[in-house]
Every structure is written in structure tokens, then in C-alpha cells.
């Protein structure tokens, strides 16, 4: 420590004479006096704490070196005499060594410490009776210790060294307790007096503090003088220490911990942890912040650490832990790493996860968040991510946990390890992501995790918001519907939860939206945009300007894109009237639409009539201040009579868009339908912002008045190119209660026929306009007239003109009888009929008025039986012949014709009061004598009770309206209403076609699914979702109803056959029509829990009161208080009971689909009180049921096919999933005493009668992929006992597929049984060899018998290769190369396993001999190629849920594709009989 000091220059240092200089006269003191504030500012003692214990050291000794090296001079400002006498021999040796004892709050010396040292070394070596001295040093020593001392404070603090030459007085941090330990014959003395004032201060029974100017605890200043001697006096300090501490107080012991790192030993570390856990029993005072922070600092052992390990736990779980002490618990465990092995890595994250599935657990139990401290979250997951950086292990183990953890195990605290998995090493990005994708499309992942980030992790979250970002950016472009849902939901949840990144996630989406690779990614896109802005207008509308580019890419959307994309920016543009509007938005926009108004191209003038439509809503929209005020009693004479503003500015738009349009009926029509659409939507504004009502009226008498013109007529019919016309299907009639009625409004009628036949030059008298036009009408007159359609109800039961044969019992042979193109004309005004009937019906369904509902009944009683009789015309039909458009999005094949035909206008009065309807038919005879009608060829007309409408049955979907009959209106069991029935009741005919229609509309909603004939089809309920699912709450409750009354029809027959599903009476047309109905029922409630959006919480509400509407009404108010989960179970066990009423195999697996969603729903909150893993086995025995029943056509013969085979399949995938290995064996050993039957031609096994050779490999299947699985999700799971039993099961579950595979020889189940076999092989490479390792010495005949059993599998598979290459069957020649390189790594593992242990006489290797499946030897290839068989049915793909996530990083690249690999085979001989495989 000397050997680096300067040398002195010339004089050598001064020696003091203790004689001469006491009886010095004193002088006047010319020190320089040192303030109080700095030195307290430069002690010690002020160094900042979150400098480490071993940083601050290194520090004060660098302050020592730099006083050896500069400052070695005596002091030209000392001061010639003493302040005062000495008191004792101590006082007099530190005078004498140049120290000033009473200036300031420190000791003053007049040279640097290696000086000091340096002088009391000599005057004890040059004084006499150096024993004595020595002494008489250690009395004042310990005089001068002594708490009530005022030296005690200097002598443990940093001194003030002024020395000669310096103009400067530096502040040192070296104390002079320190000087004297450096001289080796003082050292002992000193430690002897220093442990001693230490136990008597930790003793005392209060906190002593030294005599200063600012008392400092003298315990902490004392310990602190112990760090120079924790390696020569380790045993003596920690004895001592050891017996003060069990002797201390409780702050004194805190100052013993906080110093304890320092002044102890690394090898005394685990003895003193033993102490405190000796004296601190309990958890929550062992583990106080300075304990905890100390902990982190000492070197353990393993055996130390596992005991913490386990304390730490305890407390961690124990609810008293605080949210600041925790991340320094984490911070504790981490120095588990240290040990760098796979067990202590282990425990690890086991002790991680369970830490925090606990306490998220607690949150939810007691449904209040911690406490939300950003700062201990961050430093909680910085300790995290050190960790991951310093230990590769650690990371990999990680890794690999985050992929094999089961789907109840992945929290929120697992995904936010991905994250910082991704953040410490990008080049896994893609790994990480493919375990989040995979779990996704398995469900085992929904947004509701984020909703659990938001309420533990947020602050985390957002620091690594980026990396989430990018990666739902990339699953935004997944095909997988699943995966992208989640990523749109995931945006929009984000959203609402940061507003830091609302610009960024706007960026992301608007780079989707200009994405020209897939359309349905753009579609996407723009509808989470359009989401964004009505859930969160504000946000969105800050900012606007960032929407401006998106006009640029208008002109490559699609017109369903374009009027998503023009919703949002017009609505942004002219925002509420409360919200600020963008200026420059709004001229774009305005600009755009004109230019696209005067284009000449098709596609872009429709763009422009769309985004005029959206432009026209956005500014009608003001403040709704006259919401009172009855608009039917004011009327608008034209548009300069509106008022200014923006009522007035919408109006000149449609003058503007109508003027563009010219002669086009089909634009006209669209334009009509988007009108109708955009002010028949409901804003969630809707409280304070309405369609301006001047604007209302001018629009709804001019669209009124063009329809009577156009549309409603009084003449007289008449006959037109040979088809004779006449008024029909009037339900329009006087009695008793409307005989004051003017009666000339009984003899109008819709011109539907002379339309057709004999079309009008104007673009307005089209007919195809007409169901446009009256759309648009009864919106206008409901938002006028407060949903009352009074006034033109005279419309729903009028009467049309329509051809006379179509009513004949004998129509088909008429019109066999008419030419091709009158054929196409008829059908045409039947189409044009049933689109008119839909749109009138949907329009009044709503009206509660008694006559106009009967009316409305009748109406839709004509509407479902003139659809029936169309389909016999179809089928006589020209083959060319198209549907007329119901729809003008697109451009279709169907030609609009604008011929220039003379006709007179006709007028009508819509103000007829509610009349009974009767229907009466009107039955005509064919008095057109061209035609001359004989006899044809009879076509009986099969009823389709699986799909209603053919694929040229193209009809205008109903409106949203229609749902208010099931909701309203009363049931019976009938297929043919009786006469006095219609008009009242819904039949069983009439609720078919209303549960089809909404079922269809969900389908749409809900799955995104649309006629794959018709992608741009007018679908008004798509707008919005949410809307639809919320218009559907009311009928659930009745929809139930109905389902309860089919059941109990379907029970009773049941009961009548005694239960044998055979019976013809089961297959009879009323029967079938009840169990299409109730198979109806089933799917729409499976749709509508399907909806991906329960997940979010903003649903909450709306899915406790859909769960509530499912039980007894008397019981509504009893279950309102019950939790979602609670309902969800009650719901289940409700609909489980259906099973036995279910007749036909699609809506068995509707039913299944149902309790699939309603578990998935019930599991959204967690709820540890709701029986859920019961749930997932009743529903896995309904599968098991569901499969080994017997299921039948509608006709009665047995139910197969493609579509049949893709429903076995899913009730197989849910009976088989999460089976146990008990479970499976049985199965197993079911199959295999029955599977020999297969071989006999149309014979079906005995458990599973719908399964037969043909349709077999799905069941086979099924079994395959379930033990994989099952293997994938245990070899993850940390087993201390018998890990080989788990292989030993799996390899008999494996000998039992090859039982099966060996009795029922089929191509499709080799393949199966080698992919999946080859797939185990690689998890017992990479997971089994542990096992056999620990097995091998213990039980060497276990062993034995294990690999005897697995040789029974790879001899097969051996034989199979050899068979395929020999008959060149190319799909599984594929699998040979990975296969043979996979048993080879085994054999030779297997091979050093056995020589490590020193068992090679018990491993062979040798050449097997070329055989095929028979066991003949094959000597010659065969010439010719020999393919798979192919079945007579069609077989669902193969499932892709088993990836490279399940396998391992390294696996992962050696496994094999049918479609990707490509044969080798030809390239090696097969002259040998030998083997070429392995």
C-alpha cells in the first residue's frame, strides 16, 4: 500500500518532542475553518446508496491512493499550539502525529494518511516501554470510543487532511480508525475495542448517536470499519457478530444486515443466512427491504439458496408481500443462475410463474388490482430481462417452457416473457412468433390476455409495445381467420389502453390498408380503422390529417372497400357537430367524390355514387336540439327552401349525384341502397347527433312521390309479348271495420310485369329500381315519422300485376309451352315479385299494429310458397338464364335494359287504414289462345331440407326488421297453416325461413363468411356487428322457446318409435321440418356465442343479459346477480341435455360447436368456483356419444359423403382431445377386436356405425394425432417420479395403432401411422433419452422390454419403406430420408447409452433383410407405379397443429412435408435383398 508514495524532496519529515511542545505558547489559530454543511456534503457517509457496497470501497481507496500521491507535506498553516491540553496518552499520540482534535465536526491532519501512519509507527517504535504505551493507547482508545465521546463521530468518519503546500483542503474519506488498523501491532488492540463498543451500541436500548453537529448512528459508522478485516479475522468477526446479533435490537440488527456483505467472509455467507433464518421464523420480517437487498449481494451455495428459495415463495404467495419488495425477491432468486445448471433453471421458472399466477389469481378473486407502481413493474421485469441476458441457459429455457406450457398454463406474465425474449434477441423473433401463432390457432390464447396485461403489466407493455406491434402486424397478413381476429382485436384494445402509440397503430393499419397483396387484409384493415373511429371518435379525430393518403389508394379499393373506406373518412371529415372537423379532410374528400361523379369509367362513378352517399349521411348529421318536433306537419317545397347548413348541403349533393348518374338504373339503384343503408344505421351518437329533419322531409316526399310515379298503377292489365297478364295477390280488402274507406285505393297494384315486358326509357321507372327505391322510402318515412309506416301501408298488401297461368294447377306444362326468352321473362318477374315481397315485408315486420301484422303474415305465407314454385321452373329453365341483380356492387352478368317503351303514369293514394286480410287466391284460367297448353313432362318437386335455396336462387336478403316476428309473434306445429291460422301464427314453414334468413346473416356477422358466388353482396347488418347481436338479444328468449316445443315434438315421436332412429315414421315431411327447425334453432344460438368479440370486456354486459335470456323467465330475477361464468355453466348443463333430441349429424355438431363456445365464453373470467374441467370431459363424452350413434339422411338412408365425413371428423377431434392415456388404450383395444370387419365389403364397425374402410383413416387419424398431442404436452411437464412410464404408455398406445394398421391394410392409414410415428421417434430423441439414462442401471430388463416393444415399431416401419419403394409409392417414399436418419441417431444413442453403462453385449447391430408387409422377401423391383387407393369418399386434410413449436428448436428443421420433400427413392439400387433404408 506504500510502495507507490512519492518521495520526499529534500527535508524529511518533522519529529515531535512531547515536552517541548506542550510548553509551546499558544498563537492565533490561522487554520482555515471548514463549514459544517461541507463536510457532512463530503463524508463518507453521503455517498449516494445506490452506489454498490464494493464500489463505494474501491472509491475510498482511490481517495487514498490520491493522498499518497500528492500530498506528503506538513502544512504551512498548522497551527503552533494546541487548542487545549491532551486528556490521555491517545490524545497526546494523535497531537504529536500532526491531528487537530477540536476544529469542525472532523479530524484535521496536516498530511495525508500514509504520513500519519507513517509518524504513529514511530513514536510507538521510538518511545520506551512500548507494552505499556501500548496499553495506556488502548484505554484511551476505548475512552474516546465510548458512545457519549466526542471523538467517537471523528474517529469513525472521513478526515479533513490540510496539508503543507496545498492551497486547497480536500475532504478525505478514509476515517483515522482506519490508520490505525494499518499498523500491524495496533491492528489487534483496535479490533479487540472496536467489537466491543459494537455490541455494546447494538445492545444499547436505543439508537446511539455521535456529538456532532449532525449525529450520525455510531452502529453503521462502527461496522464499516470491520471491511478491512474480512479475510484475516473472518472467524473472529462473524463469531462475534454472530453473538451480538442474537443479542441485538431490531434496528441494530438491520444495521448488521445492511453491512453484513462487507465485514463478513464469503465462506461465512450461508452461516449467516442460517442465522437470520434463525431468528426471523416468519416470512414477512425475514424478507424486510435491507435483508432482501443484502440477500442479493452474498455468495451462496445451492443448498442455501434452494431453503431461500422456498422462504421466498412462501412469502411471495402469501398476501403480505409488498409490491416494492418484490422485484428484489426476483432480483434474489435470479442469483439461482450463478449455479448454470438445467435443474436450478428449472426450479427457476417454475418458481416465477407460480409467483405470478398467484397473485394475478388473487387479483381476480378479489377483483381489485395491485398497486399500480410503475417503478418496481419496471424494475421487476429489468431484473428479469438481466437475467435472460446473462444466462443463455435461463433464455433457452424460457424458450422451450413458453412452447410446451399447457393452454390453461399460458398467463399474460408468458407472453410478456416473449416479449422480452424478442427484445434481449431479435434473431429468435420468428421462433417466438410461431409459438405465439400456434397457440393462437389453438385457442389456447385470446385477447382477454391483453385485458390481463392491462390490468398487471401496462408499464412493461409499453416498453415494449414496439416489438408487440410488429408482431401483430404480421399476423394482421395471416390467412388463418383466428390469427388475424386476434390481431385486429389486440389493435383495438391497445388503442384504448395507450394513447402514446394511437398514431403509430393508425400508421400500421394505414400501410395494411395500401397492402394490393390481399384484399381481405385491406378489408381488414379498413374496418378496424372505421371501428377505431366509432368507438374512439376523439382520438381518431386528433388525428385526422393522417388519413389524407388513404384517398390516394380509393381508386384500388373494391366498392365494399371503398364504402368502409369513405364511411371513415367522411364521418372524420364531418365529425359530430361537438368535435372539431378537419378543414383540409373535408376539401380532399369533396374533390375526390366529383371527380369520380364526372368519371366515365363504371367502377369509378359507382365509387364516387358510394362515397356521396357517406358524404351526404356525414353531413345531415346535427345536433338533435328539436327531437320533439313532428316533422310530419311541415313539408319542403324544393331545396332552396331548406335552411343553411348542412342539411342543405347534403340535399344539393344528391341533386349533384342524381344529375351524374344520367340513364343508368343500375347506378340509380345503388345509389338508392346506399342511401338507405347509411341513414338506416345507428350511430353511438346517436343521443346528440341526428339526421337534420328539414332535410328528412324535403328528401321523403321527393323519393315518395318518384315511387307512386313510377311504380303504382291502375290500369287495366293486359296481355304482353304472348304472356297474359293480371292483378294478383291483393290482400287489400274491405269489411266491417274499414267500409268508410275510399274503396279506389283497393284497385292499385305494383307494375312489376309491364316493367319487365315492356321496360320505360327513364333510368327511374326501371325495375330495378323498385326494391331500392321503396328501401329507401320506408327509411325516410321511419326517421320522419318516428318508425311508424302508417301512411303507405296500403303498399305491404296491394295487389301486383303478374302473369295468369302461375296460379293454374297445371303451370309447369304452360310454361313448358312459352319460348326460351319468355321463359327468362317470366322467371325474371317472379324473381323481381319475391325481391318486392321481401323488401315490403321486412319494412312493416316491425309495425305492431294488428291488421298490418296479419297482413304481413299472409304476406310471407305468398312469399315462401311462391318460392317453392319457382324451383320446378328453374329446372325447365333455359340454361343461360340469370337471375335479375338484387345487388349492384358489382358488375353483373345480368344486363339492365333501358329500352325507349311508351307508357302512361299512374298515380295512387298510399292512406288506407288497417283492413283484415283474407287470402284469397285469385285461381285464373289460360284464355291466351297462342299458347296452346299440353301436356309435360312432370318434375316432382324434392323439398331440400339441408339447404333452402339453390344456386340460382338468388334473392334480396331480408332486413334486419324480419327478427321482430320470432320475437312477437306466436308458434305452432304445423307445416300447413289451417285457414284460420294464417294471418296469426308462424308455422313451421314460416319459421324455417325467418331462422334461415338470420342464421345466414350470422354466418355473415359473425364468421365473415359470405356467398362465395357473391363476395360483394348487399349485407346492410354487416356495417356493424355489434349492432346485429344486440338487435338478436330480444328473440333469444323466444328462439329458446321455439327449440323448447321442437324438442318436446321430437321426444314424443321418439317415444311413439321407441327409440329406434330407423323408423320411417322419424323421416316423414312434417317430422323433417321439425328437425330442420330445430337444428336452426341449435346453430344460430352456436353462431352467436361464436362471436369473437365476447372476449373483449366492453361486451360484458350484453353477454350476461344473452346467458340470462336462456333461462326461465321465472327465474330471471333470481340469476341476475350471478357472474358470467356462473351462467355459463348453467347455460351448458342446459343445452347438454338436448343431445338425445338431436336426429340429424349436422346439427349434432352444431350442438357441439354451441357447448364449445359457451365453455370458451364461461372461461373468458376466471371463476375457480366454476366446475370447468368437468365441463371440457361431459363435452367430450357427448362427442363419444355423438360418434357411435347411427346417423341418417332426411330421407332415411344412411348418412355419408363429403360433407358427412367432415362433421365425423370434428366430433372426433372433440371426443379424442384431452383424452388420458387410460382413455385412449380403451379405445385401442376396442378397435382392434373390431376393426377386422372393415375388410368386408360395406361393413361398418360395431361401436362406430358410421364408419366404415372407406371414411376409416379419420378415426385412425384422430388416434394418431391425439397421442402425439398428449406426448407433446407431458414430455414439458417437470415429472420427479417415473419419467419412462410416460414412454412405456406411449409406446404400447403405439403398438396398438400398429395392431390396427397391420388388420386393415389401407394406403391413407400407412402414411398416417409412418408421419406420426416418425413424429414420436423425434420426441424420444429429444426428451426420452433422459429417462432411459435413469433407468438403465436401476432396471436394466425395464429397459429391455421398452426397447423390444419400440423394435416392434421400427421393424414395421422398415418393412413399409421397403414395401412403398417397391410398389414406388411416392407419398411415403417422401418420408424415408428424415425417417431413416431419425432411427439411425436413436440406434446409435441407444448404442452409447448401453456402453456409458457398460452393457454392450446387450446391443447388436446388423443388416436386415428387405421384406413387405407379408414378411416375403422382395428380390426384384417392381415396374410398374403403383398409386394409393383412392376412396369413394371424400376425407378431411390432415390437422396442421403439430409444428415445429412442439418439437424443439433443433428437431424442428428435420421435420417433413408430404407436399415439400421430394423422393429419393430412384436414386438407390434395390438389386440387394439387403436393406437400403437404414
Not at 455490541?199 to 449532525?214: F, H, K, M, N, P
Not at 376539401?587 to 375526390?592: F, G, P, T
Request: glycine share 4%; aromatic share 8%.
Amino acid at each position: 500500500m506504500f510502495r507507490n508514495r512519492k518521495k520526499r524532496q529534500q527535508k524529511p519529515l518533522n519529529t515531535i518532542d512531547e515536552n517541548t511542545t506542550i510548553k509551546m505558547a499558544r498563537q492565533a489559530e490561522t487554520t482555515t475553518n471548514i463549514s459544517v454543511d461541507s463536510i457532512s456534503g463530503e463524508s463518507e457517509e453521503n455517498i449516494p446508496a445506490s452506489q454498490e457496497h464494493t464500489q463505494r470501497f474501491l472509491s475510498q481507496h482511490s481517495a487514498i491512493l490520491a493522498a499518497t500521491l500528492g500530498r506528503t507535506q506538513s502544512s504551512s498553516r498548522n497551527i503552533a499550539t494546541l487548542s487545549r491540553q491532551p486528556n490521555n496518552f491517545f490524545e497526546l499520540v494523535l497531537i504529536r502525529a500532526g491531528v487537530q482534535l477540536d476544529q469542525g465536526d472532523s479530524l484535521i491532519l496536516a498530511c495525508d494518511h500514509v504520513s500519519i501512519v507513517s509518524k504513529l509507527r514511530e513514536i510507538f517504535l521510538s518511545a520506551p516501554s512500548y507494552t505499556d504505551k501500548m496499553e495506556t493507547f488502548k484505554s484511551g482508545l476505548n475512552a474516546a470510543m465510548a458512545p457519549g465521546s466526542k471523538l467517537v463521530q471523528k474517529l469513525l468518519t472521513g478526515c479533513t487532511v490540510d496539508a503543507a503546500g496545498e492551497e486547497q483542503i480536500y475532504q478525505s474519506q478514509n476515517s483515522m480508525f482506519m490508520n490505525f488498523l494499518m499498523i500491524d501491532f495496533l491492528r489487534e488492540p483496535c479490533v479487540d475495542v472496536l467489537l466491543n463498543k459494537i455490541e455494546e451500541v447494538a445492545t444499547a436500548d436505543r439508537v446511539l448517536l455521535g456529538r456532532a453537529t449532525i449525529p450520525l448512528p455510531l452502529l453503521p459508522l462502527m461496522l464499516t470499519q470491520l471491511r478491512y478485516l474480512t479475510v484475516s479475522h473472518k472467524v473472529e468477526i462473524y463469531s462475534r457478530i454472530e453473538s451480538i446479533f442474537n443479542r441485538a435490537t431490531e434496528s441494530a440488527k438491520l444495521d448488521i444486515i445492511a453491512n453484513a456483505e462487507l465485514i463478513l467472509d464469503a465462506s461465512m455467507h450461508d452461516e449467516f443466512v442460517e442465522l437470520l433464518s434463525i431468528n426471523y421464523s416468519s416470512t414477512e420480517d425475514l424478507f424486510h427491504m435491507t435483508t432482501v437487498q443484502t440477500l442479493s449481494g452474498l455468495s451462496l451455495s445451492e443448498k442455501t439458496q434452494a431453503k431461500l428459495r422456498l422462504r421466498i415463495l412462501e412469502f411471495a404467495t402469501s398476501g403480505h408481500c409488498p409490491d416494492a419488495t418484490l422485484p428484489h425477491l426476483i432480483r434474489l432468486l435470479l442469483n439461482i443462475l450463478k449455479m448454470d445448471t438445467d435443474e436450478s433453471v428449472r426450479d427457476l421458472i417454475g418458481s416465477l410463474r407460480e409467483i405470478f399466477n398467484w397473485r394475478h389469481t388473487l387479483d381476480r378473486t378479489e377483483n381489485s388490482a395491485k398497486t399500480d407502481d410503475k417503478k418496481s413493474q419496471l424494475e421487476l421485469f429489468g431484473f428479469i430481462e438481466l437475467g435472460l441476458i446473462r444466462s443463455k441457459r435461463f433464455y433457452q429455457a424460457c424458450q422451450r417452457s413458453a412452447a410446451s406450457l399447457s393452454a390453461e398454463g399460458f398467463t399474460s406474465f408468458d407472453l410478456i416473457v416473449l416479449l422480452l425474449l424478442i427484445h434481449v434477441n431479435e434473431d429468435n423473433s420468428l421462433y417466438i412468433e410461431n409459438i405465439l401463432r400456434r397457440r393462437i390457432k389453438l385457442e389456447h390464447i385470446t385477447v382477454g390476455i391483453l385485458e390481463d396485461i392491462k390490468m398487471h403489466y401496462k408499464h412493461i407493455l409499453e416498453q415494449h409495445i414496439t416489438t408487440l406491434m410488429n408482431i401483430l402486424h404480421d399476423f394482421m397478413r395471416e390467412k388463418n381467420r383466428i390469427v388475424s381476429d386476434f390481431a385486429k382485436s389486440s389493435y383495438s384494445i391497445l388503442f384504448k389502453i395507450f394513447k402514446s402509440i394511437q398514431k403509430n397503430i393508425l400508421k400500421k393499419l394505414l400501410e395494411l390498408t395500401c397492402d394490393k397483396s390481399s384484399q381481405h387484409l385491406t378489408t381488414m384493415a379498413l374496418e378496424l380503422l372505421r371501428e377505431l373511429q366509432r368507438k374512439s371518435a376523439k382520438d381518431v379525430q386528433n388525428c385526422a390529417t393522417l388519413l389524407i393518403p388513404m384517398l390516394d389508394r380509393i381508386s384500388d379499393l373494391t366498392l365494399t372497400q371503398t364504402r368502409i373506406a369513405m364511411d371513415l373518412l367522411c364521418h372524420v371529415a364531418f365529425p359530430d357537430p361537438k368535435l372539431s372537423p378537419c378543414s383540409q379532410l373535408q376539401e380532399q374528400v369533396d374533390m375526390v367524390v366529383k371527380k369520380q361523379l364526372i368519371n366515365s369509367t363504371d367502377i369509378i362513378k359507382k365509387q364516387g355514387i358510394i362515397g356521396c352517399t357517406q358524404l351526404i349521411d356525414a353531413m345531415a348529421r346535427v345536433e338533435s336540439d328539436v327531437a320533439g318536433l313532428d316533422d310530419s306537419m311541415f313539408s319542403v317545397e324544393n331545396v332552396d327552401s331548406l335552411p343553411e347548413g348542412r342539411g342543405k348541403l347534403a340535399a344539393n349533393l344528391i341533386i349533384r349525384t342524381e344529375a351524374s348518374i344520367g340513364n343508368s338504373a343500375e347506378s340509380l339503384s345503388l345509389f338508392y341502397e346506399e342511401l338507405a343503408t347509411v341513414f338506416n344505421q345507428r350511430n353511438e351518437i346517436a343521443s346528440v347527433c341526428d339526421l337534420d329533419n328539414h332535410f328528412i322531409a324535403w328528401l321523403c316526399d321527393l323519393v315518395t312521390f318518384r315511387f307512386q310515379t313510377s311504380f303504382v298503377t291502375e290500369d287495366v292489365p293486359e296481355t304482353i309479348k304472348g304472356i297474359k297478364l293480371e292483378y294478383q295477390l291483393n290482400i287489400n280488402e274491405l269489411d266491417d271495420t274499414n267500409a268508410n274507406t275510399e274503396s279506389d285505393v283497393l284497385s292499385i297494384g305494383i307494375n312489376i310485369s309491364k316493367l319487365v315486358l315492356a321496360p320505360k326509357s327513364k333510368a327511374c321507372d326501371s325495375i330495378f329500381v323498385l326494391a331500392p327505391l321503396f328501401n329507401c322510402v320506408r327509411v325516410l318515412y321511419k326517421h320522419r315519422h318516428q318508425d311508424s309506416l302508417e301512411n303507405i301501408n296500403a303498399l305491404l298488401g296491394c295487389a301486383i300485376v303478374l302473369p295468369s297461368f302461375f296460379e293454374n294447377d297445371n303451370y309447369l306444362a304452360v310454361f313448358d309451352n312459352f319460348e326460351a326468352e319468355q321463359q327468362k321473362d317470366i322467371l325474371s318477374i317472379y324473381f323481381h315479385t319475391v325481391n318486392w315481397m321481401r323488401v315490403s315485408i321486412s319494412a312493416f315486420a316491425s309495425q305492431r299494429d294488428p291488421g298490418t301484422r296479419r297482413r304481413v303474415l299472409s304476406r310471407l305465407g305468398e312469399l315462401i310458397r311462391i318460392e317453392q314454385r319457382i324451383k320446378p321452373l328453374l329446372a325447365k329453365a333455359p340454361m343461360d338464364f340469370v337471375a335479375p341483380p338484387y345487388q349492384f356492387l358489382t358488375n353483373t352478368k345480368y344486363s339492365v335494359p333501358n329500352q325507349k317503351r311508351p307508357g302512361p303514369k299512374a298515380a295512387a293514394k298510399f292512406n288506407a287504414t288497417a283492413s283484415d286480410p283474407e287470402l284469397s287466391g285469385n285461381q285464373t284460367s289460360i284464355v291466351d289462345f297462342t299458347i296452346k297448353a299440353g301436356p309435360g313432362k312432370p318434375i316432382k318437386s324434392k323439398i331440400d331440407f339441408e339447404q333452402m335455396y339453390g344456386p340460382r336462387e338468388k334473392y334480396r336478403p331480408m332486413e334486419v326488421e324480419i327478427i321482430m316476428l320470432l320475437v312477437e309473434q306466436k308458434f305452432v306445429l304445423n307445416h300447413q297453416l289451417e285457414k284460420e291460422q294464417v294471418g296469426e301464427f308462424l308455422g313451421l314453414l314460416e319459421l324455417r325461413f325467418l331462422l334461415e334468413d338470420t342464421v345466414q346473416k350470422l354466418e355473415a356477422a359473425v364468421l365473415h363468411q359470405q356467398d362465395s358466388t357473391d363476395t360483394d353482396s348487399f349485407r346492410p347488418h354487416l356495417a356493424k356487428p355489434d349492432d346485429y347481436i344486440c338487435d338478436l338479444l330480444p328473440c333469444l328468449h323466444e328462439v329458446n322457446n321455439h327449440l323448447i316445443t321442437l324438442a318436446e315434438a321430437i321426444d314424443k315421436e321418439l317415444t311413439n318409435v321407441n327409440h329406434v332412429y330407423s323408423n320411417l315414421d322419424l323421416f316423414k315431411e312434417q317430422f323433417n321440418y321439425t328437425k330442420t327447425c330445430f337444428g336452426l334453432c341449435v346453430r344460430l344460438f352456436a353462431l352467436y356465442f361464436a362471436w369473437s368479440e365476447w372476449g373483449d370486456k366492453s361486451q360484458a354486459e350484453l353477454l350476461h343479459s344473452s346467458l340470462l335470456k336462456l333461462q326461465p323467465k321465472a327465474q330471471w330475477k333470481k340469476l341476475e346477480k350471478q357472474t358470467i361464468p356462473q351462467l355459463a355453466t348453467l347455460t351448458f348443463q342446459y343445452f347438454l341435455k338436448y343431445e338425445k333430441s338431436v336426429l340429424n349429424l349436422s346439427t349434432a355438431v352444431q350442438l357441439y360447436r354451441l357447448l364449445k363456445s359457451l365453455l370458451k365464453v364461461g372461461s373468458t373470467q376466471m371463476d375457480s368456483s366454476q366446475p370447468r374441467f368437468q365441463q371440457a370431459e361431459d363435452l367430450r363424452l357427448l362427442c363419444g356419444k355423438l360418434i357411435r350413434r347411427k346417423w341418417f339422411h332426411y330421407s332415411g338412408s344412411l348418412d355419408k359423403g363429403g360433407q358427412c365425413n367432415i362433421y365425423l371428423d370434428e366430433l372426433v377431434k372433440g371426443f379424442l382431445k384431452k383424452s388420458t392415456c387410460e382413455s385412449q388404450a380403451e379405445l385401442l383395444s376396442e378397435l382392434v377386436k373390431q376393426c377386422s370387419i372393415l375388410n368386408t365389403k360395406d361393413k361398418a364397425l360395431d361401436s362406430f356405425p358410421n364408419f366404415k374402410k372407406a371414411n376409416f383413416p379419420l378415426l385412425f387419424r384422430g388416434l394418431c394425432e391425439e397421442l402425439i398431442h398428449s406426448l407433446s404436452a407431458q414430455v414439458g411437464v417437470d415429472k420427479r417420479g417415473d419419467r419412462l412410464k410416460l414412454w412405456e404408455s406411449t409406446v404400447d398406445l403405439l403398438n396398438g395403432l400398429l395392431s390396427i394398421v397391420q388388420q386393415v391394410e389401407q394406403p391413407r392409414n400407412f402414411g398416417l401411422f409412418l408421419k406420426h410415428s416418425l413424429l414420436f421417434l423425434k420426441l424420444l430423441l429429444q426428451h426420452g433419452i433422459s429417462a432411459l439414462e435413469s433407468i438403465v442401471r436401476d432396471d436394466p430388463e425395464r429397459l429391455t422390454r421398452f426397447l423390444h416393444e419400440l423394435q416392434k415399431v421400427t421393424r414395421f416401419l422398415h418393412q413399409l419403406c421397403c414395401h412403398s419403394k417397391f410398389i414406388k409409392n411416392t407419398a411415403i417414399i417422401s418420408y424415408i430420408p428424415s425417417l431413416r436418419e431419425t432411427i439411425e441417431t436413436l440406434v446409435f444413442r441407444v448404442k452409447a447409452l448401453l456402453a456409458a453403462n457398460n452393457c454392450h453385449s446387450a446391443f447388436h447391430m446388423g443388416n436386415m433383410i428387405n421384406r413387405d408387409l407379408h414378411g416375403d422377401s422382395i428380390i426384384t423391383p417392381r415396374s410398374s407405379l403403383v398409386g394409393e387407393e383412392n376412396s369413394d369418399e371424400e376425407i378431411p386434410g390432415d390437422d396442421t397443429s403439430i409444428d415445429e413449436t412442439v418439437l424443439g428448436d433443433g428437431m424442428a428443421t428435420t421435420s417433413v412435408s408430404v407436399s415439400t420433400r421430394t423422393s429419393d427413392g430412384s436414386r438407390r439400387s434395390k438389386s440387394s435383398s439387403r436393406s437400403k433404408c437404414f
